[in-house]
C-alpha cells in the first residue's frame, strides 16, 4: 500500500510546537468592547483592532439590522451580476468623501482588495518595491501578479533610492506598496518621501490604511491626510474591518483606476458582493468617524497617556530588568519587544491572569517576538493604569 501522503502534517505540527509558534483561537463570549469576556472572564481588551468602539455601536447595529430586514442576509452574487445594492454605491462615495479622491471600490475584505489591486495594476513585466514589513496582503498580492517583487528595509528611503536607481529602467510599470500604520510595529511610513521618488523614477504608490481610516489625520481620511498629502497622485487601499468595525475592504482613488479595476480586478469580479449587513454598519461607521471627531481626540489622549505612563516605567535603562522595552509608536498600536517566543507566551499568560487581554505575537507574523497592545477610544485611564501594575509585576 502507498504511504498516507498526509503524515507530514503531524511531524509539521511538532515542529511548529517545538519553535514555541503553535497558534490556536481564543473564544470570546458577547459584545466586542473596551472590557470582554475571555473565558468566561472579564478582562479588559488590548487586543482589538476596534480603535473607536465601534464594532458594538448601537448605530452600527441598528444600521445593519435595517439593512438585514430591507435586502437580506446574503447578497447573492458578484457585484457585476446580481450582487450590487444601492449600500454598495452609497458606501463607495462615502469612501470617496472621507478620502478626497474621485472615487472608491468596495471589496469582501481588505486582503482580497490588496490581491485584486496588486495583481490587477501589475504583471510579468513589471517591479513592485515593497517595504520589507509590510502586511501579508501586499506581500501574497505581488506574488500573485507575478512582477518582480523587491523588498527595501523598513522605511528606508534610501534604499528604497537605491533599488530603484539599480532596476527601475528595466521595468515596464512600477509599484511601489507600503503600509500607512505597520501593523505590527504601529510606526508610520515616509509617505511624502515614498511620494517624491515615485515622482522622480515614474512609479505608481499603493498605501495601505488599515490601521490608518478613522485614526489618523484632521477628518479621520488617515495616515494621507496627517502627513500632508492629500490629492497627490496614489492609490489608498483599507479595510471595513478596523475602525470601521464592520468587515470588507476598499481602493480609492481616480475614477480611472477605479474603473479599471472593476474591470480587472479577479478579487471583486468574481467573489459575492459584500453583505447588506456589513455595508450599512461600514457606512453608520463613516458617518460617525464624519461627524464626531471627539471619539478621534479622546483615542490620541488615551494613547499618550499610555505612552506616558510606559516611558516613565520601561525606559531602555529601566526595562533592562523587566526584559522588555516599548518600541517606538505614532499610532493606537504601541508595542514591547520582549526576548523570545516562550517568554512572550508567559508574559501573555501572566496579565491575563492580571484581566488583561494583549496579542503576544511571535514568528512569523513579526521578525522578533512582542506583546501588541492595542488603544481603543472607550479605555479609561483606570484601565490603562491596571494594564501599566499588571506589567510591573511582571517577574520573567
Ligand atoms: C488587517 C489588515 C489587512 C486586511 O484587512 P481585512 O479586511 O482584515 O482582510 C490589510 N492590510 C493591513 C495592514 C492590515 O492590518
Redesign the pocket.
Known amino acids: 500500500m502507498a504511504e498516507n501522503p498526509y503524515a507530514w502534517i503531524k511531524p509539521s505540527l511538532s515542529a511548529i510546537d517545538q519553535a514555541n509558534w503553535r497558534r490556536s483561537v481564543q473564544e470570546i463570549q458577547g459584545m466586542s468592547g473596551a472590557t470582554i469576556s475571555l473565558d468566561h472572564r472579564t478582562v479588559i481588551n488590548f487586543a482589538s ?1 476596534d480603535y473607536l468602539g465601534l464594532a458594538g455601536d448601537r448605530r452600527l447595529i441598528d444600521a445593519a439590522i435595517a439593512a438585514l430586514q430591507t435586502y437580506g442576509s446574503g447578497s447573492t452574487g458578484s457585484r457585476l451580476l446580481s450582487g450590487h445594492r444601492p449600500l454598495h454605491r452609497q458606501l463607495e462615495l462615502a469612501i470617496a468623501a472621507l478620502k478626497q479622491t474621485e472615487d472608491s471600490i468596495v471589496f469582501s ?6 490581491l485584486g489591486a496588486v495583481s490587477a495594476l501589475t504583471g510579468r513585466r513589471d517591479l513592485i518595491l515593497s517595504d520589507q514589513y ?5 506581500k501574497n498580492g505581488a506574488i500573485l501578479s507575478g512582477a518582480a517583487v523587491l523588498d527595501y528595509a523598513h522605511c528606508d528611503v534610501a534604499d528604497l533610492r537605491r533599488q530603484l536607481e539599480q532596476h527601475r529602467d528595466r521595468h515596464r510599470r512600477c509599484l511601489i506598496l507600503t ?1 500607512s ?3 505590527m510595529d504601529g510606526d508610520l511610513c515616509p509617505l511624502a518621501e515614498i511620494l517624491d521618488l515615485a515622482d522622480q523614477f515614474e512609479c505608481m504608490v499603493l498605501v ?1 490604511e ?2 490608518g481610516t478613522g485614526v489618523l489625520g484632521a477628518t479621520g481620511a488617515g495616515c494621507v491626510e496627517q502627513l500632508g498629502c492629500t490629492g497627490r497622485p496614489l492609490i489608498q ?1 483599507g ?4 475602525a470601521l468595525g464592520s ?3 476598499y481602493v480609492a482613488g481616480s475614477a480611472e483606476l477605479v474603473d479599471f479595476l472593476r474591470n480587472r480586478a479577479a478579487t471583486w469580479i468574481y467573489t459575492t458582493g459584500l453583505s447588506p449587513a456589513d455595508t450599512a454598519a461600514a457606512l453608520a461607521a463613516i458617518a460617525i468617524i464624519r461627524d464626531e471627531p471627539d471619539r478621534r481626540a479622546q483615542l490620541h489622549q488615551r494613547v499618550a497617556y499610555l505612552n506616558y505612563q510606559l516611558a516613565t516605567h520601561f525606559s531602555q535603562s529601566a526595562s533592562a530588568d523587566a526584559g522588555f522595552t516599548p518600541l517606538p509608536s505614532q499610532s493606537p498600536i504601541v508595542c514591547l519587544q520582549v526576548k523570545d517566543a516562550a517568554m512572550v507566551l508567559a508574559l501573555g499568560q501572566h496579565l491575563k491572569q492580571a484581566g488583561i487581554f494583549a496579542a503576544a505575537v511571535r514568528p512569523p507574523t513579526t521578525p522578533t517576538s512582542r506583546l501588541r497592545i492595542t488603544v481603543m477610544a472607550t479605555h479609561t485611564d483606570a484601565q490603562i493604569d491596571q494594564l501599566i501594575k499588571a506589567l510591573r509585576e511582571y517577574k520573567g
Not at 479595510?239 to 478596523?242: A, D, E, I
Request: charged residues 10%; aromatic residues 8%.
Open positions: 483592532n475584505s481588505g486582503y482580497l482588495a490588496n509590510n502586511h501579508s496582503s501586499l503600509d500604520v505597520f501593523s495601505d488599515a490601521h487601499m479595510t471595513l474591518s478596523k468587515l470588507g475592504g
